[in-house]
C-alpha cells in the first residue's frame, strides 16, 4: 500500500518561497507519474504539478511559471518549489500518483497571508 507524507508548509507573506516535501513509501513509485494537487477552502481538489519518471513535468495553466516540481527517486521523496506566492496560492497540498490513487496523506498547509 502506497502511503504519502508532505510536510513543508506553513504561514507565508506575499511574494515569499516555501519547498514542499513528500515522503513515499510503497509500491513501485520510481515508475509512476507523480502530482502535487491542491484544495482551498470550499473548492475541490486539484491538480497544479506533475513529473513522470523521466522527469519530463507538467503545470497548471494558472501557476505562470511560479511553482518547480522534482523528485528524488533513491530517497522515494518528491518535492515542490513554490515561488512569488499569492494570497490565492493558500490551500492544503498533497501529493499522490497521476492520476491519483485511492490513499491520500494528511496534506501540508500552505497560508499565504499579510
Known amino acids: 500500500q502506497v502511503q504519502f507524507v508532505e510536510s513543508g508548509g506553513g504561514l507565508v507573506q506575499p511574494g515569499g518561497s516555501l519547498k514542499l516535501s513528500c515522503a513515499a513509501s510503497?509500491?513501485?513509485?520510481?515508475?509512476?507519474?507523480l502530482g502535487w494537487y491542491r484544495q482551498a477552502p470550499g473548492k475541490q481538489r486539484d491538480l497544479v504539478a506533475s513529473?513522470?519518471?523521466?522527469?519530463?513535468?507538467t503545470y497548471a495553466d494558472s501557476l505562470q511559471g511560479r511553482f518547480t516540481i522534482s523528485r528524488d527517486n533513491a530517497k522515494k521523496t518528491l518535492y515542490l518549489q513554490l515561488n512569488s506566492l499569492e494570497p490565492e496560492d493558500t490551500a492544503v497540498y498533497y501529493c499522490?500518483?497521476?492520476?491519483?490513487?485511492?490513499?491520500w496523506g494528511k496534506g501540508t498547509l500552505v497560508n499565504v497571508s499579510s
Open positions: 499522490n500518483a497521476a492520476p491519483p490513487g485511492p490513499t
Open positions: 510503497g509500491g513501485f513509485l520510481s515508475t509512476y507519474r
Open positions: 513529473i513522470t519518471r523521466t522527469y519530463t513535468t
